[in-house]
């Protein structure tokens, strides 16, 4: 179950990713934390090991993009404070 996440991790950042290019991080992040909280209910009110199978993939979607979207705009944000000051 676990390689089916990781599968799903990066399947989701090749979706998730020119998807945050195109239309802007935030409204990605937003769009995706939505698909986990709905991953993450599915997968708590699953009664079978397919239906748990399934929800942990869509969780894998959209979970790869706290791990790419976070340090990017960290990153950016970061470095404006730190161009403003000089």
Do not use: C
């Amino acid at each position: 179950m676990l390689s089916a996440d990781w599968v799903f991790r990066g399947i989701g950042n090749l979706i998730g990713m020119p998807l945050a290019i195109a239309v802007g991080r935030r409204i990605t992040l937003l769009l995706f934390t939505l698909v986990v909280i709905l991953g993450a209910v599915l997968s708590a009110v699953s009664k079978t090991y397919e239906w748990h199978l399934a929800a942990r993939m869509i969780l894998g979607l959209s979970a790869g993009q706290s791990e790419a979207l976070v340090p990017m705009i960290t990153q950016v944000r970061l470095a404006s404070l730190f161009i403003s000051r000089f």
